[in-house]
């Protein structure tokens, strides 16, 4: 499978509907991709004359794509940030 690493930058607020301190204005940057292996399960299509295989993440929708195409994000860092007047 493909890895998307994201760095995540979040602010926490608390308010009046929510006291319970949480993110309101949430950031992903893309920091690294690292590439899965090759397609387990490729699609073969047929263009007029032409016979063409392509790996399944490019005709299936990601639920039906194979383990190796599926595509995974993890969030390397997360960092909060607190408005000030609120305790951290
Ligand atoms: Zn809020
Ligand atoms: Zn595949």
Known sequence: MTIYLVDVEQVIHTCPGEPEPHPYDIRRTLVDVIPGAPCRAPVTIRCGQVTT????????????????????????????????????
């Open 53 to 88: 295989t392509i790996p399944c993440y490019r005709h299936e929708p990601a639920k039906r794509q194979c383990g190796a195409c599926r595509v995974i994000v993890t969030e390397r860092t997360i960092i909060n940030h607190h408005p000030t007047g609120v305790a951290a």
